[in-house]
């Protein structure tokens, strides 16, 4: 069985309320040797640290930015606090996101550079969000040179990925690559991400992979699916499936310095 890890697991949602338990039990039944719970809010992230000590995974702490609006001092205060905790291995999910538009740019702006600001004071990587907000996004970056960061979710084009590259950020897949419809460009780009800086997600409960033989009746994913998205990063890459889980799965511990459940 191939030893992977799940950089990105919305486990705080409301969808794994009730059985939250049997979600991790299968995780490790499937070889999912380490997960990193994503704090989306000041609250969210709190509960991800909580729900990561309780049961020896990482966490990230962090506001996204549907949330920036809400950013004030106190939420500076209590991320800082919670980066200052072990289980708490990066901050984000933080960036901008100018699709949906659920806060102003400005307020984006402003949340994602306070939180760049708050990765240089302590020193932890990076986990980002970007969507529709390449160049902003992209110039903010190269303003502040994070030392280590990964663009969660990527499902961008071949510039974006070149300029991310560039600036030496990691990459993290998820299931979008087994969509046979909007993962055919993803599956083409995939091979030009060195193996020292590609990480596998779920994004847990979403993006389910469309490549599962017997998908879930309530079509919510979870970490224990992320084999699936291991198999269509490998089938694009051309390699065996355990020798990118073996690169992968170095690649996430040596970022988030951890080497498993409970370390």
């Known amino acids: 069985m191939n030893e992977i890890v799940d950089i990105g697991a919305n486990l705080t949602n409301r969808a794994f309320r009730g059985d939250l338990e049997e979600v991790l039990a299968r995780a490790r039944a499937a070889g999912v040797v380490d997960v990193i719970v994503t704090g989306t ?27 920036a609006k809400d950013w004030n001092d106190d939420s500076h205060d209590r991320l800082a606090a919670l980066l200052a905790r072990p289980e708490v291995v990066a901050v984000g999910e933080c960036g901008l996101d100018y699709n949906r538009m659920f806060s102003p740019r400005e307020a984006q702006r402003r949340c994602f550079v306070a939180q760049l600001e708050l990765a240089a004071a302590t020193g932890k990587p990076l986990f980002l969000h970007e969507r529709d907000a390449g160049p902003e996004f992209l110039a903010l970056l190269r303003e502040h040179r994070p030392r280590a960061a990964v663009v969660h979710c990527f499902t ?3 510039a974006a990925l070149e300029a991310y590259l560039a600036l030496g950020l990691h990459i993290g897949i998820t299931g979008w690559i087994c969509d046979e419809r909007r ?10 991400i060195p193996p020292g800086r590609l990480m596998l997600e779920t994004d847990a409960p979403y993006l389910l992979p469309r490549t599962l ?10 970490p224990a699916f992320l084999p699936a998205v291991l198999a269509e990063v490998a089938r694009a890459l051309g390699r065996p499936p355990h020798e ?8 996430a511990r040596a970022f988030f310095g951890r080497s498993g459940y409970g370390k």
Not at 41 to 67: K, N, Q, Y
Request: proline fraction near 10%.
């Open 183 to 192: 993962g055919v460009p993803l599956r083409e780009l995939v091979g030009l």
């Open 156 to 158: 961008g084009d071949r």
């Open 244 to 251: 990118v889980a073996l690169q992968t799965t170095a690649v």
């Open 41 to 67: 809010s000041v609250e969210a992230s709190e509960a991800a640290a909580s729900l990561a000590v309780r049961h020896g995974l990482g966490a990230t702490a962090g506001v996204h930015p549907h949330h």
């Open 213 to 222: 033989p017997v998908p879930p009746p309530d079509r919510r994913n979870e």
